[in-house]
Structures are given as C-alpha cells and as structure tokens.
C-alpha cells in the first residue's frame, strides 16, 4: 500500500482537491485508460491511502472513508472537437465565466484568481466556427510551467487529467437548446482518460470540450487535448454532478 498527499495548490474547491487532478493520481496506478469515480471530497494536504483490490480495482482512502475509485477502462470517443491556437485564443475571450461571477476562482485549472504558473489557468469558450448539427465546442490554449514536470522532463499524467477536467464542465454546463450558460452548481463525478502522449513544458496546447449528454442531474462532456504540432495528446470522458451550492463549496 502506498500513499499520497493532495497538496493545498492543487485545490478544487477552497478546501478539497480538483477533481481531475485526483483522478489523475489515482490513475497512474492503472496502464493504458482508466475510469476513476469520486466518492467523497478530496481532503488538502493530509495523507491518503492508495489500496490495490484483488478484483483490479484501485481505491483512494482518508482513513475508512473511500475518497475515490478506479479502474481499467477503454475510452473511445465517436468526435473529436479540433481548433488551431489562434482559434482558441479567441474561444477564451468568449468564456461564459467571468473572472467576477466565477464559482470556485481559486481553482487549480480555471480559476481566475490563480497566478500565472500557480494555476493552469483554462478558461474554455466556444469557437468562432461551429460544425452544423452537433454540439458546440469550446476551446482554451494551455501552456504547462515547468513545475508540472514529471522526472522525465514532460510533463506528469496528472496535469493532462486536470487540463481536461474544468473545461467538460464548461461544456456540460451549456445549454444546448439556448446556447446560454447553465449556472447551476455542479461537481464532477467521475472522469475517464486516455493519455496518448505527454507534452513538454512550455508547449503550445489546445484543449476543446464539448457536451455529450444529460440524464437528470447527471451531465456528461467529453473533450481532447493536441499538443503544438497538433498531436492528439489524451481524450477524456466527464460525468458531472448537479449539486445545492453549499456542497460545490464543501460545506455540506
């Protein structure tokens, strides 16, 4: 049994981790795609359990309580949302959340009160171009600092699962039928990612989202990341969760 801490930087909420940088850390403990459910809030710098079960399944734990869950799994997605640098440069000046109204704004991926460097800083909105007849997709520019680097000089696996988290809930959280933004509280749920190939740091990426999907309070997005030269970088999955807002806050 090993063990990891989720360090205060890499927040969510004020007082719990960001979810896709969780599932990230769980997951590299699973080859090939994964799928990783989240349980409970993610407790700051405090130690937490990484246990192996005899069926191949992967739990986070903070003491008896079960923070999250994964598994191998097979993520394929039937489109994939493209978009030039300079296309998403200008999707970021449409961002629906503005750095004043923002819900969480020191969030480690898409908070706007996240110093250069400090916070990635991924703030999605739809592309100018839209293809007829599916779903709009938004799209964020993503230069990783150098302090996401993993000890082979790209940058770690967990930091791809964050650059796909915030941007699917932008996604999820826009209504197809209006083309407004849903300001509803939500939270993710469960996420699952491929990583193709990592960047280095310093690399030009884009990352797209787009919705896929909503069944109650249930949302789902989906969205991929391409490094400077347009390589397919990771693909991911997200399922998120409507919640009262004292819960998105970690009060309740």
Not at 154 to 181: I, N
Request: hydrophobic fraction near 40%.
């Amino acid at each position: 049994m090993t063990s990891i801490i989720i360090d205060k930087r890499y927040c969510g909420p004020p007082n719990s981790g960001n979810g896709g940088y969780v599932c990230g850390r769980l997951a590299r403990h699973i080859a090939g795609g994964a799928e990783v459910t989240l349980r409970a809030p993610p407790p700051l710098d405090k130690q937490l359990d990484v246990v192996a079960k005899d069926d191949g399944l992967w739990e986070l734990r903070d003491g008896a309580t079960v923070v999250a869950t994964g598994r191998p799994a097979s993520v394929e997605l039937t489109r994939l949302g493209t978009a030039s640098f300079d296309e998403a440069c200008a999707a970021e000046l449409l961002t629906p959340v503005k750095p004043h109204e923002h819900p969480l704004p020191t969030c480690f991926v898409c908070g706007p009160a996240r110093a250069q460097g400090d916070g990635l800083r991924i703030f999605a909105g739809p592309l100018v171009r839209q293809s007829r007849n599916a779903s709009v997709v938004l799209a964020a520019t993503w230069t990783p600092d150098p302090t996401l680097a993993a000890e082979d000089g790209f940058v770690a696996p967990e930091f791809l699962w964050s650059a796909l988290d915030c941007p699917t809930g932008y996604a999820s959280s826009r209504d197809r039928e209006s083309g407004s933004f849903d300001r509803t509280p939500i939270l993710l749920g469960r996420m699952s990612a491929r990583i193709e190939t990592r960047p280095r740091p310093g690399e030009r990426c884009v990352i797209t989202a787009w919705e896929a999907g909503r069944d109650g309070r249930k949302r789902v997005a989906e969205a991929a990341a391409y490094g400077e030269a347009g390589t397919l970088l990771a693909v991911a999955r997200a399922t998120w969760i409507a919640v009262d807002r004292q819960v998105q806050l970690g009060r309740a």
